[in-house]
């Protein structure tokens, strides 16, 4: 019993001292050699954000783990009955402990509370940090409430340049089953299949679907927002470097999910608008035959939305009127 | 809900053990009656939710078009006759602790009949609605709220008609008149009705809030 | 104990002994009676009749009838097949009669081994039931599990065609959830709850019975989608996938609410069994730990399981009576669905991660020779979990574009749910502190679920960081999460209990050398599986996918291969459960592990009523290492079997070897 409140001490000491350089040991060659290269990467400064914020979360989370195995593999090599441990002590002591137990509630409160307060800012500094806002998003980036009034209105062309400098560039994301294609608002709305986007830009993603749901995921990007039915799902993200990057489906949408990819390209502005003018001019007789832009569009003969059958050649089977019409009797 | 307390086959050798196992008994009747209420208020908050849900994303601009309304008089009616369930279980309850047993019969079965009509009325309703389930947010909400009172008036009057059906069995054991028996089985079976009884007004107080949304509204 | 002082005679006199009812046939030993057989047979021709009766009522729409397509049919045929099951087994035997007022049947007076077939009101044939229950869904989705990794070997479609794939996963993921919210209640919940509490019995045996029952109808349920042609949204069922779904989505909906009121039904029993049959003397800080944790979980299915029954009723309607509840075009919403199931769906996954909890914590202090550490902080950790798990759930909406500003509050709710469950490390750390450690099978397992569950809750603070779901939601990040979590946890746990407890509940040891076999396996190949997935998933591959980038196909058959032995470990447990409990059973000591808990100080086998006299509890079962600790209970005199002598040389061990 006498030599417990000695050993007590030693075996927390040396605990302690495992943990501290085997933490900052993990910590700095986490930070360093993997940290950089954590996805999604760098393309953008949201995937810049998100991925400091992966590294942050790690390199708190990397201490913690330690400590719990260190502990653990303490427990296991020094107190088990085979290497004849201590001599286990039961009673009050060995019930509570008010101080650790203080301790513990304290620093995981801290924690916890720090993780969310620096998530939360994270969050709103970086608009959203590439996840879907909704159709009302709350955190826009600068010029994204006017380019995304101009893309509705089609008053706008081209790459919108704002009063500060920042440019910005609406794009559409339309998912189905089982595809991507994407809408170009201020190029005269035309729609491809293949998702081209300037250097340097803000973008903002109007993401939508025809049917099921389905989730845009801009792996590179650091973007991922559903594409709801009905449901303008916006997206920001400011692109920095050129480069292709990967758009998968990240909800499942029936059979073919998961096919549903394709890549997408960051290019120069110049070459931006190069591609985009030449493609609205090429696919100029089909945007004639699209609906016109709009935030969703609703495949059937309602017109509540969007239509996207051309009016008259599908008779309605009901209309919003008679649906709270009484029936005929039978 | 559960079977009257007759003393179970357990070796209860000492009047400590029976007592004790008498007073589990009653206090579980007790809890699984309040337990039963917490699911049936998460059930209820389920359709309030889709309600209130559908009502204010009023997709496609069909929450509710020209406002259309179940048949009001049905409602009033089923509603009318669930509260009337619920008085008369409450009503019987009151005389049954009085030891006024046949009262309690004759409001019971009246609360039976009375729930009766009103899953007949429920049931029915389905063939007066003027818009057919899909029509709109409301009609699938009415739709979804009308199976689930089914199923509560059925549970509720069963619950109603199996204690009334013991009574009947063990009238000897309840006494009759003023006197009220104390015996444990008797005891068991009050705190049944209790839960019961208690149950019922929660039902009628459901009952009144989805007539407001429904009906009212 | 009081006796209440008015009429105690009165109480000692009125109870006349039960009478001796003639036993129902229904009840009878042998075949003509009932039992599994007459609930397949009841099943069968419940499916038929519901069957017929659906294509009957929709007669008027020839391209309907007898498609194959017919919602209603196939609704009614599986409602059929599960009242049919019911009435078959004798579930509904009572209920029935019990509208003529007729008193409950005598209990079952099967003896030997048919009452396990049996609607047995007994909790422990019921936990005995629970066991192979459970593993038969475990079985079950562990098998689909290999045909998903066999198909992930590849970056393209190479075995099954994506249909099938997108069947598989569905079924893989809808059972082992439905598996998971059961495994620990079901089976180790309803043998252990009245023996550690030190009752006799449990408040609801009917309900009891019924949550079982039912529970293998639902498998009956969710086993038919596959041939109906499956259902392609994955154990979430989002719409309008489901609406678009065929005959397959009504299993699942069906099968969700089927099992849905076994979970409210057993829950429920739990739940009222523990807070009124506790043994006298058994205050609130008495009660064990495991029933703590088994309390909290009850609590969770009763109340949050009505919102999945209400959701999956809303499904079906949607399909059979054309309602619109989830159809955004008609008024309904898509985001309704997503609401409520995650409101059930995120109290469920505490439904299953506190069970894990409560038996790593009553197992620690047995195989430490030390009292439970922080046992208030365990007690309340848990109730803790329960009341902020039903404020969590928009957490796996983060992306979906619902309440984007609610962000921020479900980031904050759901890290501050980490600040109790990481009590179960505080109460584990402190229980080892200075121990004398036995590394016993269930102590390995105790501590594997340390191990994987740090992993699984650190994961989980990144997922629940906004910023970095965007990279890791709908992943194989989140996929390794979860399963860390629930297979790192909670089956680490169960196997951890089973290996613990199977010696109470059937008197046989397992194999200890297969037991380190199936620990090792089970243990490394499980981490060699499901981590490098947090990797895959952060290089960018979605949950659910037949084809990945092919650069990610040396770690994805890592991850099978992994797989296949980690299924090899599961054979080896079957196999040694077989070896044994029949081919080579070695009879277990009273006491194996020298637990003080209460559940080992009543005789070997369990006697029917459990108890020969109802005990009083002087104490907590903690008391390790602690000479001159006060007896657990006072058994009345009545000798409660041998392990009573077991108990009181294990309290004193500490003391004798100083």
Same mark, same amino acid.
């Given at each position: 019993m006498a030599n417990n409140s000695q050993d007590t001490p030693r075996d927390l000491r040396k605990m302690t001292g495992i943990w501290v350089v085997l933490s900052v040991a993990a910590d700095l060659l986490f930070w360093f050699l993997v940290g950089p290269h954590v996805p999604p990467g760098r393309m953008t400064e949201t995937a810049k954000n998100n991925q400091l914020d992966f590294n942050i979360l790690l390199v708190i989370a990397l201490p913690v783990i330690i400590g719990v195995w260190v502990y653990m593999g303490y427990a296991i090599t020094h107190w088990s009955a085979k290497r004849n441990g201590p001599e286990p002590v039961g009673g009050a002591s060995a019930r509570s402990n008010k101080k650790a137990q203080v301790w513990w509630i304290a620093v995981t409160s801290f924690v916890v509370l720090f993780l969310a307060g620096f998530g939360t800012v994270a969050l709103i500094v970086d608009h959203g940090s590439g996840g879907g806002e909704g159709p009302n998003p709350v955190w826009m980036p600068a010029g994204a409430a006017r380019a995304e009034t101009a893309a509705i209105n089609g008053t706008g062309t081209g790459i919108l340049t704002e009063p500060g400098g920042e440019h910005v560039l609406p794009v559409q994301v339309i998912g189905q089953q089982w595809k991507f294609t994407y809408r170009y608002p201020t190029f005269g709305g035309f729609e491809s299949s293949q998702l081209m986007l300037p250097a340097n830009t803000t973008i903002a993603f109007n993401v939508t679907s025809l049917d099921v749901i389905h989730s845009f995921w801009a792996y590179q990007l650091s973007v991922k927002a559903d594409a709801n039915p009905g449901v303008n799902n916006v997206a920001f993200t400011e692109t920095k470097n050129v480069g292709n990057f990967t758009v998968r489906c990240s909800e499942l949408c029936g059979l073919w999910h998961g096919a549903m990819f394709n890549y997408g390209s960051v290019v120069s502005p110049s070459d931006f608008v190069t591609w985009a003018t030449t493609t609205e001019a090429a696919n100029h007789a089909n945007t004639k035959d699209l609906p016109p832009f709009a935030w969703t569009y609703t495949p059937d003969a309602n017109n509540a939305a969007g239509g996207w059958f051309p009016d008259g050649t599908v008779t309605p089977y009901s209309t919003v009127e008679t649906y709270g019409a009484k029936q005929p009797a039978s | 809900m559960t079977d009257i307390f007759k003393? #179970?086959?357990?070796?209860?050798?000492?009047p400590e053990e029976r007592e004790f196992e008498l007073r589990a008994h009653l206090g579980s009747i007790w809890t699984g009656g309040r337990l039963f209420i917490g699911m049936y208020t998460f059930m209820l908050a389920s359709i309030a939710f889709a309600y209130f849900y559908l009502r204010s994303s009023n997709n496609a601009q069909l929450w509710r078009p020209n406002h259309i309304t179940a048949p009001t008089y049905y409602g009033f009616f089923i509603y009318g006759f669930m509260v009337l369930t619920a008085i008369l279980a409450i009503y019987g309850q009151w005389r049954l602790r009085k030891g006024e047993v046949a009262d309690w019969q004759v409001a019971g079965w009246t609360g039976v009949a009375s729930g009766l009509i009103a899953l007949f009325l429920q049931i029915w309703e389905f063939t007066r609605v003027p818009f057919y389930p899909g029509s709109s947010g409301y009609a699938s909400t009415f739709i979804g709220y009308a199976v689930m009172n089914i199923g509560t008036i059925v549970v509720g009057t069963y619950w109603l008609e199996t204690t009334l059906a013991r009574g009947l069995r063990m009238r000897k054991e309840l006494g009759d008149g003023a006197e009220i028996s104390s015996s444990p089985a008797a005891q068991s079976f009050r705190a049944n009705v209790a839960s019961m009884t208690y149950n019922w007004g929660f039902i009628a107080l459901g009952a009144t809030l989805f007539l407001v949304l429904f009906y009212l509204m | 104990m009081t006796i209440s002082a008015e009429r105690p005679t009165e109480v000692a006199t009125s109870v006349a002994p039960p009478a001796r009812v003639s036993t129902p046939w229904t009840q009878r030993?042998?075949?003509?009676s009932q039992h599994l057989g007459t609930a397949i047979v009841g099943g069968f021709l419940g499916y038929i009749l519901g069957h017929w009766f659906g294509n009957y009522i929709s007669s008027s729409y020839p391209y309907i009838v007898? #498609?194959?397509?017919n919602s209603i049919a196939v609704t009614l045929a599986l409602t059929g097949m599960v009242v049919g099951w019911l009435l078959g087994i004798g579930a509904l035997n009572y209920p029935l009669a019990k509208l003529i007022g007729k008193d409950a049947p005598a209990e079952s007076e099967v003896k030997g081994?048919?009452?396990?077939?049996r609607y047995s009101t007994d909790h422990k044939v019921v936990g005995m039931q629970y066991v192979v229950g459970v593993l038969l869904f475990m079985f079950t989705g562990g098998l689909l599990a290999m045909a998903i990794r066999t198909e992930l070997l590849n970056p393209t479609t190479h075995v099954f065609g994506p249909g099938t794939y997108i069947e598989i996963v569905s079924e893989h993921g809808t059972i082992m959830m439905m598996m998971a919210t059961s495994i620990i209640v079901g089976p180790l919940g309803n043998y252990l709850v009245p023996l550690m509490i030190g009752s006799r019995r449990m408040a609801f045996p009917r309900i009891e019975a019924f949550s079982f029952w039912i529970f293998i109808a639902g498998y009956m349920v969710i086993f038919s989608a596959l041939p109906y042609g499956g259902f392609s949204t994955g154990w979430t069922g989002y719409a309008p996938l489901q609406t678009q779904n065929g005959p397959g989505m009504i299993s699942y909906l069906l099968g969700f609410a089927v099992i849905g009121m076994g979970m409210m039904a057993a829950g429920f029993n739990i739940a009222v069994s523990i807070i009124n049959y506790r043994a006298p003397g058994m205050t609130w800080s008495r009660v064990p730990i495991f029933v703590w944790s088994i309390l909290a979980t009850a609590s969770l299915l009763t109340l949050a399981t009505p919102v999945l029954f209400a959701g999956g009723l809303f499904g079906i309607l949607d399909k059979t009576v054309q309602t619109a509840f989830y159809v955004d075009e008609h008024g309904g919403s898509s985001y309704l669905w997503q609401n409520l199931f995650w409101f059930f769906g995120h109290p469920e996954v505490y439904i299953m991660a506190l069970p894990g909890f409560g038996i790593v914590a009553e197992i620690l202090p047995v195989f430490t020779r030390k009292p439970l550490f922080a046992y208030k902080v365990a007690a309340s950790g848990m109730i803790g979990v329960a009341l902020l798990s039903f404020f969590v759930w928009q957490h796996h909406l &983060?992306? #979906?574009?619902?309440?984007?500003?609610m962000r921020p509050l479900f980031m904050l709710t759901t890290e501050l749910i980490s600040i109790p469950t990481g009590f179960i490390f505080l109460v584990g750390m402190g229980t080892l502190y200075r121990a004398k450690i036995r590394f016993e099978i269930p102590m390995l397992f105790a501590m594997a679920l340390f191990f994987n569950f740090l992993i699984g809750g650190v994961t989980g603070v990144f997922l629940s960081d906004v910023p970095v779901n965007v990279t890791v939601h709908g992943g194989f990040f989140v996929l390794s999460h979860f399963h860390y979590t629930i297979m790192g946890g909670l089956l680490f746990a169960f196997m951890a209990g089973l290996y613990f407890w199977l010696p109470k509940m059937t008197g046989r040891m397992m194999n200890k050398k297969l037991g380190l076999i199936h620990f090792w396996m089970m243990f490394v190949f499980f981490n060699l599986t499901f981590f490098p997935m947090f990797i895959i998933g952060l290089l960018g591959q979605p949950r659910?996918? &037949?084809?990945?980038?092919?650069?990610?196909q040396g770690l994805n058959d890592f991850s099978s291969i992994s797989a296949f032995l980690l299924g090899l470990s599961f054979l080896v447990f079957a196999f040694n459960l077989v070896w044994s409990m029949w081919i080579s059973p070695e009879k277990a000591p009273a006491n194996p592990w020298d637990s003080l808990g209460l559940e080992w100080q009543t005789a070997s086998p369990v006697p029917a009523h459990n108890f020969d006299r109802i005990p009083v509890i002087m104490t907590d079962p903690y008391h390790y290492s602690e000479p001159g600790a006060p007896a657990l209970a006072d058994f009345g005199g009545a000798s409660s079997g041998a392990a009573t002598s077991d108990s009181h040389s294990a309290k004193n061990e500490g003391a004798d070897n100083d």
């Open positions: - | 003393g #179970s086959k357990a070796p209860n050798a000492t | 030993p042998g075949w003509m007898n #498609s194959g397509q081994w048919s009452k396990y077939f &983060f992306q #979906s574009g619902i309440n984007p500003d659910r996918v &037949f084809t990945y980038a092919s650069n990610l």
